[in-house]
Nanobody
Framework: QVQLVESGGGLVQAGGSLRLSCAAS????????MGWYRQAPGKQRELVAT???????YYADSVKGRFAISRDNVKNMMSLQMNSLKPEDTAVYYC?????????????WGQGTQVTVSS
């Protein structure tokens, strides 16, 4: 198990930027995939971006070109740089770690951080 703690959320005006961080309780070097998800009020949790152990990234169409995901296997952290924020980006943002092993898949979530974008 790995504990994940998000930080960096807050209130920002449309067009502004925020940087979210996800700190892990232990080494993430063997974590296969780390990702950011978000959940807006009344909506299902959705995938925002992922980054693999080799550095490959994926972005949802809604954030492509505006958000950038990164991971630091030395500091055991993952970040999400969010630029050109829109009111529709308002949500609770969660980080997730996925580790594959012979015994199965281990998934861990953080507690979330609120991002509010005002128009």
């Amino acid at each position: 198990q790995v504990q994940l703690v998000e930080s960096g959320g807050g209130l920002v005006q449309a067009g502004g930027s925020l940087r979210l961080s996800c700190a892990a309780s232990r080494s993430i070097i063997n974590i296969n995939v780390m990702g950011w998800y978000r959940q807006a009020p009344g909506k299902q949790r959705e995938l925002v971006a992922t980054i693999g152990s080799g550095g490959g990234t994926y972005y949802a169409d809604s954030v492509k070109g505006r958000f950038a995901i990164s991971r630091d296997n030395v500091k055991n952290m993952m970040s999400l740089q969010m630029n050109s924020l829109k009111p529709e980006d308002t949500a609770v943002y969660y980080c997730k770690a996925i580790k594959y092993s012979a015994s199965g898949v281990e998934e861990n979530w953080g507690q979330g951080t609120q991002v509010t974008v005002s128009s």
